[in-house]
């Protein structure tokens, strides 16, 4: 009984997967840049090539562009919750200061 139930189980496992994967379409890069294999005219295809590539650099220099600006931002994000963290174990330096030993010892045992 137990066979059939797991049998039907994955069966119903492998028929999902089969229809999830099913409209899943493979394309290289840009899709909107597609050239159509059917175009017959050599000038059209070279200057749609040209086209392409001149795409590609304008978006890698677009991708490096915020790229970098986004190393900046999380090197000053690194940098401030350092800055916070430092803030505020001085001020609990200052807490445990200010109640004396009895709190620093609980503090260790949290």
Same mark, same amino acid.
């Given at each position: 009984m137990t066979k059939k139930i797991i049998t039907v189980f994955i069966g119903?496992?492998?028929?999902?997967?089969?229809?999830?994967?099913?409209?899943?379409?493979?394309?290289?890069?840009d899709y909107f840049f597609k050239i159509n294999d059917n175009i017959q005219n050599e000038e059209l295809r070279i200057e749609l090539k040209g086209l392409t590539k001149e795409f590609n650099i304008e978006r890698s220099r677009i991708q490096d562009y915020y $790229?970098?600006? %986004?190393?900046? =931002? *999380?090197?000053?994000? $690194?940098?401030? %919750?350092?800055? =916070? *963290?430092s803030d505020f174990s001085g001020r609990k330096e200052e807490l445990i200061k200010k109640y004396g030993d009895d709190a620093k010892k609980t503090s260790n045992t949290n």
């Open positions: 119903c496992i492998l028929l999902t997967l089969t229809f999830l994967t099913a409209n899943v379409k493979e394309s290289g890069g $790229k970098e600006k %986004i190393e900046v =931002l *999380k090197k000053n994000q $690194k940098d401030v %919750i350092q800055n =916070l *963290k």
